[in-house]
């Protein structure tokens, strides 16, 4: 699994630092986290392309994070028989998205699931078979979501020797039992494969919550994360700055992703007032409370490593 920053920038793309937008690829999947103007950009750049986009999960209606999403619209359209995509987001998502297409007229050749948030909803907003994404409400100016990528939990660690005890000879129905699969022996019996695999693992979880004051629900959705993609967009110094415009600064985000307990923490929606030479003093101040704190970078991959116990 990794992690790829398309952007990292707030309010508006900079020559020098696009809008922010995560894309996670795994097993060929991508779930991209918001799409502001220029996401395109960062999709080219990287060379992820649109094709393996099956999920966009929007934080919320302000421009710089949803503007991107007619242009990605369009270019996913230029494929050859584009896979069905799915879309979360606040209410209103789907209205925004269906009145530009309606206003531009553009060429669409794919059916699009709408997944608006609704307090009835509980807090998984999507799962395919291989991850979950949840959501909360933060705190911002306007409606605004947090995310969380959850890997569904892993099998558990095979045991060679209580395979052997049970006579599963080495070899294919080895592997039929590694991936969850019951086997059936020479002798007619069955092996199933919670009497070879450990305890289930917990998988890798990544969070993303962006456009927000500090507020409990950003506790929820960083808990023990492997990695937090989190807003600090404003030094300390422009707290009140901050506070008065539902943001975090980035002494707020390593304060939050160290209680927690992230493991490391990328800080984003970086505000245009700080050049690419005012990076190093964004990264002391995160640092001073959070070892595991960092700017973020556009273009960069972040591996999600699996946890510990592997
Ligand atoms: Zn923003
Ligand atoms: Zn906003």
Excluded at 199 to 227: F, M, N
Excluded at 247 to 257: E, F, G, K, M, Q
Aim: with cysteine; charged share 25%.
């Amino acid at each position: 699994m990794e992690c790829i920053l398309l952007g990292s920038g707030g309010m508006m793309p900079m020559p020098y630092r696009l809008l922010t937008s995560l894309a996670v690829r795994f097993n060929g999947r991508i779930y991209l986290f918001d799409c502001g103007e220029g996401t395109q950009l960062g999709l080219k750049k990287t060379k992820i392309g649109v094709r393996g986009l099956g999920v966009l999960a929007v934080s919320h209606l302000h421009a710089d994070h949803c503007l991107g999403i007619p242009g990605i619209m369009m270019l996913r359209s230029q494929i050859l028989d584009p896979d069905p995509l799915t879309i979360l987001g606040p209410p209103g998502i789907q209205k925004f998205i269906r009145q530009s297409h309606d206003n531009l007229g553009f060429f669409l050749n794919f059916p699009i699931t709408f997944i608006e948030w609704s307090s009835e909803l509980g807090e998984v907003a999507y799962e395919d078979d291989q991850i979950r994404i949840l959501w909360h409400p933060v705190e911002h100016s306007r409606f605004c979501l947090g995310y969380r990528l959850e890997e569904l939990d892993r099998p558990g660690k095979f045991k060679p020797h209580l395979a052997t005890a049970l006579g599963v000879p080495k070899g294919s129905l080895w592997g039929k039992l590694q991936q969850g699969q019951s086997v059936t022996l020479e002798d007619g019996s069955e092996v199933e494969p919670k009497q070879v695999l450990g305890e289930s693992r917990r998988g890798r979880h990544v969070a993303y919550v962006v456009d927000t004051r500090p507020a409990k629900a950003i506790y929820r959705l960083c808990h023990e994360a492997d990695i937090a993609f989190m807003e600090g967009m404003f030094l300390p110094e422009d707290g009140d700055h901050a506070d008065a415009k539902g943001h975090l600064t980035v002494v707020d985000a390593a304060r939050i992703a160290h209680r927690a307990g992230v493991r490391r923490a990328v800080l984003v929606h970086i505000s245009p007032r700080y050049n690419h030479d005012q990076l190093a003093l964004l990264a002391e101040a995160a640092q001073s409370r959070f070892a595991g704190a960092e700017m973020g970078e556009d273009f960069k991959v972040y591996e999600v490593p699996l946890p510990n116990d592997d």
